[in-house]
C-alpha cells in the first residue's frame, strides 16, 4: 500500500457543527502532517506528528484539534470553525526524504 | 533557513511545444528538492525529486528537472506538452535529513489546442 488515504473527500459544515477529518497510511512512515491549502496558493503547514507525538503546530488556532491515535491514523478535529477556514485539507506522511500527499479534504464552513 | 521563488506564475505552451517551468532554490544546507503537480481539486502528486544522486532527475509522464547549484535552479522540462499536462506545478525544497517542506508559490500550466 503506497497511499494516503483522506475521508471524507468533500464535508460542509456548520459553524456550530463539530467534525473530524481523518487521514491513513500503511507504509510505515513515522511523520505524518497537516495542511491547508487555499485556492490558487500553496499548501500551508499546519501540524507535524513524528512518532505519534506532535512535534511542530504553526500557531494554529485552537478550534483545529489534530490527534495520531496510532501509527498509522492522523485525525483532525474541527469545532466552530469560520467560514474563512474553508479550504482543501491535505494530509501527507514521510520517512527519510519521501513524501505521499492524500487526494484531500475540500471543507467548506457556512 | 530555506526558499523557493517559481520565476513565472503562469506559463501558456501550445500542445506539443516543449515545456519550461523555472525554479531557484535558496538552502543553507544540501537540500532535497521535488516537483509536484496539482490538478483542479486534486491532491498532490510527486513528479520527480533530486536528493543527492544524478544531477538530471527523471520523472513520471515525460518531466525532467537538472539541479543545477551553481545557479541554485531546479527547472522542469518536458519535450512535448500534452492537454492533460494543465495543471498547477509546485517547486519544493527540503532539507535532506529533515522534514519541512517549503512550497513555492506555484505555476499555472496552461495547454492550448
Known amino acids: 500500500d503506497t497511499e494516503v488515504t483522506q475521508t471524507p473527500k468533500h464535508l460542509v459544515m456548520g459553524m456550530t457543527n463539530k467534525k473530524s477529518l481523518k487521514c491513513e497510511q500503511h507504509?510505515?512512515?513515522?511523520?505524518m502532517y497537516w495542511y491547508k491549502q487555499k485556492a490558487k496558493k500553496p499548501p500551508e503547514l499546519m501540524f507535524v506528528?513524528?512518532?505519534?507525538?506532535?512535534?511542530i503546530n504553526e500557531s494554529v488556532p485552537s478550534r483545529f484539534s489534530p490527534e495520531c491515535p496510532n501509527s498509522s491514523l492522523l485525525n483532525l478535529h474541527l469545532h466552530a470553525l469560520q467560514p474563512e477556514d474553508s479550504a482543501l485539507y491535505l494530509c501527507?506522511?514521510?520517512?527519510?526524504?519521501?513524501?505521499?500527499f492524500g487526494s484531500g479534504t475540500r471543507l467548506t464552513v457556512v | 533557513a530555506q526558499s523557493v521563488t517559481q520565476l513565472d506564475s503562469h506559463v501558456s505552451v501550445s500542445e506539443g511545444t516543449p515545456v519550461l517551468l523555472r525554479c531557484n532554490y535558496s538552502?543553507?544546507?544540501?537540500?532535497?528538492l521535488f516537483w509536484y503537480v496539482q490538478h483542479p481539486n486534486k491532491g498532490l502528486q510527486l513528479l520527480l525529486k533530486?536528493?543527492?544522486?544524478?544531477?538530471l532527475v527523471k520523472g513520471i509522464n515525460g518531466f525532467e528537472a537538472e539541479f543545477k547549484k551553481s545557479e541554485t535552479s531546479f527547472h522542469l522540462t518536458k519535450p512535448s506538452a500534452h492537454m492533460s499536462d494543465a495543471a498547477e506545478y509546485f517547486c519544493?525544497?527540503?532539507?535532506?535529513?529533515?522534514?519541512?517542506?517549503?512550497f513555492g508559490s506555484g505555476t499555472q500550466l496552461t495547454v492550448l489546442p
Open positions: 519544493v525544497v527540503s532539507p535532506r535529513s529533515g522534514r519541512q517542506l517549503t
Open positions: 533530486y536528493t543527492s544522486a544524478a544531477t
Open positions: 507504509m510505515g512512515h513515522r511523520a
Open positions: 538552502s543553507s544546507y544540501s537540500p532535497s
Open positions: 506528528y513524528s512518532y505519534e507525538k506532535l512535534s
Open positions: 501527507a506522511s514521510s520517512r527519510d526524504s519521501g513524501y505521499t
